[in-house]
């Protein structure tokens, strides 16, 4: 990926969580967009987020995200000059998970190669 696209990736990525910070839908939950992944002619918009909570919670907060999807696209656009708006898309992100998941597995096997004779 060039330059250019990372920074209108970055731009996007804070246009959009501005968006999404000003939406006032209680069902919304806590939602954090952490990535944008535009694509090489910018019609199209991979929005990442994580919501905290369950998978409840993330079915409804995505919900929310699609409702308020056409306002945040007004606001993208209002606030960039760029030839063509793209179209928004969200998706989970998993790296925190997936992260803690892994942060869990290494201090289980930390705990256990403390417990072994001779330590």
């Known amino acids: 990926m060039g330059a250019r696209m990372r920074r209108v990736d970055e ?3 804070e246009v959009v969580s501005e968006g999404v910070a000003s939406i006032k839908d209680p ?7 952490t ?3 535009t694509s090489p002619d ?3 918009a991979t929005v ?3 919501v905290l909570g369950s998978e409840r919670d993330r079915a409804t907060a995505f919900e929310a995200l699609e409702r308020a999807r056409v306002s945040i696209q007004r606001r993208v656009n209002d606030e960039l ?3 063509r708006t793209p179209v928004l898309t969200f998706e989970y992100d998993q790296t925190m998970e997936s992260g803690s998941r892994l942060t869990k597995l290494i201090d289980e096997l930390e705990l ?8």
């Open 112 to 119: 256990e190669t403390s417990d072994e004779p001779g330590d």
């Open 11 to 13: 731009v996007l990525r």
């Open 35 to 37: 990535a944008v992944r």
């Open 27 to 33: 069902t919304l939950g806590f939602v954090t967009v």
């Open 81 to 83: 000059r760029i030839k």
């Open 42 to 44: 910018l019609r199209v």
């Open 48 to 50: 990442f987020v994580s």
